[in-house]
């Protein structure tokens, strides 16, 4: 198990940027897929970006936010990063970082992750 704490989130107009970011616990941060999630008020929580290192990076991104939000790890600090440019009001949701071993699987459904944080809020505004 790893644990999992978000920060960075905030008030912002549209238009603006934030940069999220997500500290791991424990010794074997490279061997994890990370991903960042988000859950607007009435709506199922989705995918937006991960990524996984194993002697590359390669990463993933919901149509959504392709072009506009980057995700980046930094393993020897056991970090991961979601920086978002041109934010618009349709952002605005909780925003969850979310962790699971490296293996064969979607990294895109929320059911893959067993390991999540408590989430950071972002608001964009028009």
């Known amino acids: 198990q790893v644990q999992l704490v978000e920060s960075g989130g905030g008030l912002v107009q549209a238009g603006g940027s934030l940069r999220l970011s997500c500290a791991a616990s424990?010794?074997?941060?490279?061997?994890?897929?990370m991903g960042w999630f988000r859950q607007a008020p009435g709506k199922e929580r989705e995918f937006v970006a991960a990524?996984?290192?194993?002697?590359?990076?390669?990463?993933y991104f919901a149509d959504s936010v392709k072009g506009r939000f980057t995700i980046s790890r930094d393993n020897a600090k056991n970090t991961v990063f979601l920086q978002m440019n041109s934010l618009k009001p349709e952002d605005t949701a909780v925003y969850y970082c979310?962790?699971?071993?490296?293996?064969?699987?979607?990294?895109?459904?929320?059911?893959?992750?067993?390991?999540w944080g408590q989430g950071t809020q972002v608001t964009v505004s028009s």
């Open positions: 424990g010794r074997t941060f490279n061997m994890y897929t």
């Open positions: 990524i996984i290192w194993s002697g590359s990076m390669t990463t």
């Open positions: 979310a962790a699971k071993l490296i293996g064969t699987y979607n990294v895109r459904s929320t059911t893959n992750y067993d390991n």
